[in-house]
C-alpha cells in the first residue's frame, strides 16, 4: 500500500540523517582530540630516570641502523620527546597515524561489524592509512622488544599472524628461536598480557617453548 511505502521512504530519509549525524560527530571527535593532543604535547617532559626514557635513549640511538625498526601505537610526536631528552632525530613509523595536519587514524579494525553507512569508521578506510613493514620485519627479526602494550583486541590484530605462527608452528631449534621481550610495568600486567593472548587464541606454553620469550617489569 501506499501508504507503507511512504513509511519506508520516512524510515530511509532519518536513516541518512542518523548516519550524517553520526558521521559529523566522528569528524568532531577527531578535530577535538587531535586539537587536545597536540597541546598536551606542548607541555612534555620526560623524567630521564624513567623506564620510557632509558629505553627510548637506548633504541631511539640504534634507529638509524638499516637492521633496526621502530613502531610507536601513540599518536604522539616522538621525536619531541627525543628532542627533550637531548637525543637525535628517530626514525621510526606511526601505525595509527600522527598529529601532524591532524592525521590521527580513529576508527574499528577490519572484521569489526560495522553497519552500512558506516564504512568510513574502519581504521583502513582513512586517507592516511599506509602500507607498512611491520609483518616483514616481525617475520625477519631476531630480537624483538614491545613496550607499552597490552596485547589487547584492538592492537592484537597487528601480532595475531606473529604470535600464531610461533606457537603453532615447526619445532624450533634452540640458536633459531626468536627473542622476544615484552616490558610492562608489573606482575598484573604480566598477567593480563599472557590473558590477553590467551583470549585470541594464542597457545601461551608453546609460546615460551617456540621462542625465548621474557618480560621485564
Not at 548516519?19 to 598536551?40: G, P
Not at 620485519?137 to 604470535?163: Q, R
Amino acid at each position: 500500500p501506499e501508504t507503507e511505502i511512504s513509511k519506508h521512504i520516512v524510515n530511509a530519509i532519518f536513516r541518512e540523517d542518523d548516519i550524517k549525524q553520526d558521521i559529523d560527530y566522528y569528524s568532531m571527535l577527531h578535530e577535538f582530540l587531535c586539537n587536545y593532543l597536540i597541546e598536551e604535547q606542548k607541555t612534555i617532559a620526560p623524567n630521564n630516570n624513567s623506564a620510557a626514557a632509558k629505553i627510548l635513549k637506548v633504541v631511539g640511538n640504534a634507529s638509524s641502523s638499516k637492521y633496526v625498526s621502530i613502531y610507536t601505537f601513540n599518536y604522539t610526536e616522538l621525536n619531541l620527546i627525543a628532542r627533550a631528552l637531548k637525543l637525535s632525530q628517530i626514525n621510526y613509523t606511526h601505525m595509527h597515524g600522527e598529529l601532524v595536519n591532524n592525521s590521527i587514524i580513529l576508527g574499528v579494525n577490519d572484521g569489526a561489524e560495522i553497519k552500512e553507512g558506516y564504512e568510513q569508521f574502519q581504521k583502513t578506510m582513512s586517507p592516511h592509512y599506509n602500507s607498512h613493514n611491520l609483518l616483514a620485519d616481525l617475520d625477519t627479526a631476531s630480537e624483538i622488544i614491545f613496550f607499552g602494550l597490552a596485547m589487547g583486541e584492538i592492537d592484537f590484530t597487528y601480532f595475531k599472524s606473529f604470535f600464531t605462527k610461533i606457537s603453532n608452528g615447526e619445532i624450533v631449534k634452540p640458536n633459531d628461536k626468536k627473542n622476544v621481550t615484552i616490558i610492562t610495568k608489573n606482575e598484573s600486567s604480566r598477567q593480563k598480557i599472557l590473558m590477553n593472548l590467551n583470549q585470541m587464541g594464542i597457545n601461551k606454553s608453546s609460546l615460551f617453548a617456540q621462542s625465548n620469550l621474557n618480560f621485564i617489569k
